[in-house]
């Protein structure tokens, strides 16, 4: 997992890097250029020889990474035009030095060319006389992360004349340096007007507007560049927020991976709790994808009156099972007893999906089988609703973790308020009831009892249909089943495993998606891409 770093945070790391290990700042200002210019030439096939570049510089750090990075793609054959926001004398330090070679490099080339001007932003945005689709490159490198305010209004219509060149059969790529100007490095919603990059390169750590939504729609593909900080300096920070990596995949398979001696309980058992009279298929997509999703052996408990519907379509493997049912076929609370009889042998229970909540003997149902749990128990949809406004806590040996949508997550809360800062009602919720909260959305977030919270970045609109929930709470299950399966259950490995289950759902669900399309895959097919998803994590 990666820290995600305030703006104040990253300034402290690169003081820090300074100061500990003596690396100059404008060392740390050329391989952030270098990082980026390798960025750029990944993304045009390996070189930028023969290519026209139009770099905006303003007049702080930002710009001097970009003064630095227009001299290093110059000598790998470019042709590069750059103007800077200001004068020279009104920038400082390591930028003013990269902009004084600027000068002196534009006065005197040969084969390709470097130009360099200083121009005010009303001058340039009307007397600049060339079209931004000439350029094969147009980066911007105006304000970074140091951006607290919308940007002037002489300059904004910089976003709108930029956005023009996506008009054209061979649009330029975009690129920002740290983040697309005109954002907030720390806030996740726009400030104003800003850039819409197709790739952002940032350095050492990301920032919030790097990664969650609705800024981090404008950083396009991003990269994550080290310069040269100590990896300790990052993991002593004090952020409490953090990206999921495919590496916490790597370290869950690993530590779950198949044995010469493993069998179907080392492989990890559950019991999926699911399903009502009108809502059979919820409990066939969650048991499904449980086991789909490589655990050992799988039961699904059902009312009885639709044990044979689910029997007749589960996965052949999967074992179910009918419990007493109130006479609209759902849960009835006198199944509670059988229920926690038959999930103390599981490793895992879910329960939730397809459940229906308006009965009061459901409601009573799930409130005693959560009450009086013996196991981990994953919580879902109408289970989440049946217990709302949420008042329980979860424990160490027997945790909690919940699964609800900005909607779910409202009535848990017991208000009808808008939920404005996900981040921090999350990690709010997580902390007062001990219990790990999946707060599921564009961008779904996983928080901790002791106050991680961990950002998912994988996923797309794709599973904005009917049936991806339950998809999600068999994946979550089946990954915690494997995990019980060879260790003892506490928060810490409860929480790890569900970040890693919420990145290889989402991944899969982004495979899905270019098979077969957002508006054409479904649940099914996001189960049916979890082996390529793993794959793709592992090569």
């Given at each position: 997992m990666q820290k995600v770093l305030t703006s104040e945070l990253m300034r402290a790391v690169v003081r820090r890097t300074r100061g500990k290990d003596g690396i100059a700042s404008i060392l740390l200002l050329e391989n952030a250029a270098h990082a980026a210019v390798r960025a750029i030439t990944e993304k045009l096939g390996g070189s930028v020889e023969g290519k026209s570049v139009l770099v905006l510089c303003g007049k702080g750090n930002n710009g001097g990474d970009g003064a630095a990075l227009a001299r290093i793609l110059w000598t790998q054959g470019a042709n590069v035009d750059v103007y800077l926001f200001g004068k020279i004398e009104e920038t400082k330090e390591d930028a003013r030095v990269n902009f004084e070679i600027l000068k002196r490099l534009s006065q005197n080339n040969e084969t390709n060319t470097i130009s360099f001007e200083v121009t005010r932003e009303d001058d340039w945005l009307h007397t600049t006389g060339f079209e931004i689709g000439k350029f094969d490159i147009l980066v911007d490198a105006l304000f970074g992360t140091g951006l607290t305010k919308p940007?002037?209004?002489?300059?904004?219509?910089?976003?709108?004349?930029?956005?023009?060149?996506?008009?054209?059969?061979?649009?330029?790529?975009?690129?920002?340096?740290?983040?697309?100007?005109?954002?907030?490095?720390?806030?996740?919603?726009?400030?104003?007007?800003?850039?819409?990059?197709?790739?952002?390169?940032?350095?050492?750590?990301?920032?919030?507007?790097?990664?969650?939504?609705?800024?981090?729609?404008?950083?396009?593909?991003?990269?994550?560049?080290?310069?040269?900080?100590?990896?300790?300096?990052?993991?002593?920070?004090?952020?409490?927020?953090?990206?999921?990596?495919?590496?916490?995949?790597?370290?869950?398979?690993?530590?779950?991976?198949?044995?010469?001696?493993?069998?179907?309980?080392?492989?990890?058992?559950?019991?999926i709790v699911a399903g009502s009279k009108n809502y059979s298929g919820a409990a066939i997509l969650a048991a499904n994808a449980c086991f789909g999703s490589g655990a050992g052996m799988i039961s699904v408990g059902v009312p009885e009156s639709v044990q044979g519907i689910v029997a007749a379509k589960v996965l052949d493997e999967i074992i179910t099972r009918g419990f007493s049912e109130?006479?609209?076929?759902?849960?009835?609370?006198?199944?509670?007893?059988?229920?926690?009889?038959?999930?103390?042998?599981?490793?895992?229970?879910?329960?939730?999906?397809?459940?229906?909540?308006?009965?009061?003997?459901?409601r009573k149902f799930a409130r005693e089988i959560v009450e009086n749990r013996k196991t981990p128990m994953v919580i879902d949809a109408d289970g989440l609703n049946a217990l709302a406004p949420f008042d329980l806590k979860g424990s160490d040996k027997a945790p909690l973790i919940l699964t609800p949508h900005i909607g779910e997550f409202q009535r848990l809360l017991g208000t009808k308020k808008e939920v404005t800062d996900r981040i921090k009602s999350a990690r709010d919720f997580a902390q007062k009831h001990n219990v790990i909260l999946v707060l599921k959305g564009t961008r779904s977030l996983i928080a901790a009892p002791g106050g991680k919270v961990v950002i998912n970045p994988t996923g797309s609109a794709g599973i904005s249909r009917a049936g991806s929930g339950d998809t999600l709470t068999g994946i979550i299950?089946?990954?915690?089943?494997?995990?019980?399966?060879?260790?003892?259950?506490?928060?810490?490995?409860?929480?790890?495993?569900?970040?890693?289950?919420?990145?290889?759902?989402?991944?899969?669900?982004?495979?899905?998606?270019?098979?077969?399309?957002?508006r054409l895959m479904s649940a099914s097919d996001i189960r049916g891409c979890l082996n390529k998803a793993i794959e793709k994590i592992k090569n």
């Amino acid at each position: 997992m990666q820290k995600v770093l305030t703006s104040e945070l990253m300034r402290a790391v690169v003081r820090r890097t300074r100061g500990k290990d003596g690396i100059a700042s404008i060392l740390l200002l050329e391989n952030a250029a270098h990082a980026a210019v390798r960025a750029i030439t990944e993304k045009l096939g390996g070189s930028v020889e023969g290519k026209s570049v139009l770099v905006l510089c303003g007049k702080g750090n930002n710009g001097g990474d970009g003064a630095a990075l227009a001299r290093i793609l110059w000598t790998q054959g470019a042709n590069v035009d750059v103007y800077l926001f200001g004068k020279i004398e009104e920038t400082k330090e390591d930028a003013r030095v990269n902009f004084e070679i600027l000068k002196r490099l534009s006065q005197n080339n040969e084969t390709n060319t470097i130009s360099f001007e200083v121009t005010r932003e009303d001058d340039w945005l009307h007397t600049t006389g060339f079209e931004i689709g000439k350029f094969d490159i147009l980066v911007d490198a105006l304000f970074g992360t140091g951006l607290t305010k919308p940007i002037d209004i002489s300059m904004q219509r910089l976003p709108q004349i930029f956005s023009t060149a996506k008009k054209y059969s061979q649009p330029p790529l975009f690129v920002s340096i740290d983040l697309p100007s005109g954002l907030n490095a720390d806030l996740s919603e726009s400030i104003g007007e800003h850039f819409q990059a197709d790739l952002t390169v940032t350095f050492t750590a990301p920032k919030l507007a790097n990664v969650f939504p609705l800024a981090s729609n404008f950083n396009g593909e991003l990269r994550i560049a080290n310069i040269g900080s100590p990896d300790e300096l990052i993991e002593n920070s004090p952020s409490q927020t953090f990206v999921a990596e495919k590496e916490d995949v790597l370290t869950w398979l690993d530590k779950t991976r198949v044995k010469t001696d493993s069998y179907k309980k080392t492989r990890g058992t559950a019991l999926i709790v699911a399903g009502s009279k009108n809502y059979s298929g919820a409990a066939i997509l969650a048991a499904n994808a449980c086991f789909g999703s490589g655990a050992g052996m799988i039961s699904v408990g059902v009312p009885e009156s639709v044990q044979g519907i689910v029997a007749a379509k589960v996965l052949d493997e999967i074992i179910t099972r009918g419990f007493s049912e109130t006479k609209d076929g759902a849960f009835a609370k006198s199944a509670a007893g059988d229920v926690l009889e038959f999930g103390g042998k599981m490793n895992v229970v879910a329960f939730g999906c397809g459940l229906t909540s308006n009965d009061e003997s459901t409601r009573k149902f799930a409130r005693e089988i959560v009450e009086n749990r013996k196991t981990p128990m994953v919580i879902d949809a109408d289970g989440l609703n049946a217990l709302a406004p949420f008042d329980l806590k979860g424990s160490d040996k027997a945790p909690l973790i919940l699964t609800p949508h900005i909607g779910e997550f409202q009535r848990l809360l017991g208000t009808k308020k808008e939920v404005t800062d996900r981040i921090k009602s999350a990690r709010d919720f997580a902390q007062k009831h001990n219990v790990i909260l999946v707060l599921k959305g564009t961008r779904s977030l996983i928080a901790a009892p002791g106050g991680k919270v961990v950002i998912n970045p994988t996923g797309s609109a794709g599973i904005s249909r009917a049936g991806s929930g339950d998809t999600l709470t068999g994946i979550i299950t089946g990954f915690l089943a494997q995990t019980y399966g060879v260790e003892e259950p506490n928060l810490k490995n409860t929480f790890e495993t569900v970040a890693a289950a919420l990145y290889v759902a989402g991944l899969a669900g982004d495979i899905a998606a270019e098979i077969f399309s957002e508006r054409l895959m479904s649940a099914s097919d996001i189960r049916g891409c979890l082996n390529k998803a793993i794959e793709k994590i592992k090569n």
